[in-house]
Nanobody, 114 residues
């Protein structure tokens, strides 16, 4: 059974930083491209960053230069380092295997507020 468990969200002030983690199970993690996504209230889920099993990353323009995706294949864990957070980054953040139709995890809430 494929599962994604996100953690690390919280309340942060504008300009602050957070590191999100995602532990995945039920598939061969090291061979699977992974991605981070977010969904704000009333908006569609959007892609933020992806990373291949070998570590090649790509980013949405909205987060390029501020967010960094990485992975530890030995731990089946995906990370998202976020800096220079602004109010528009407030959302529920999710990880998922890219291009698959597995169920989504619960996500982790990031709230940017003064």
């Amino acid at each position: 059974q494929v599962q994604f468990a996100e953690s690390g969200g919280g309340l942060v002030q504008p300009g602050g930083s957070l590191r999100l983690s995602c532990t995945a199970s039920g598939f061969i993690f090291e061979k699977t491209a992974m991605g981070w996504y977010r969904q704000a209230p009333g908006k569609r889920r959007e892609f933020l960053a992806g990373i291949t099993g070998g570590g090649t990353a790509n980013y949405a323009e909205s987060v390029k230069g501020r967010f960094t995706v990485s992975r530890d294949n030995a731990k089946n864990t995906l990370y998202l380092e976020m800096k220079s957070l602004n109010l528009e980054d407030t959302a529920a953040y999710y990880c998922h295997s890219v291009g698959t139709f597995e169920p989504w995890g619960q996500g982790t809430q990031v709230t940017v507020s003064a």
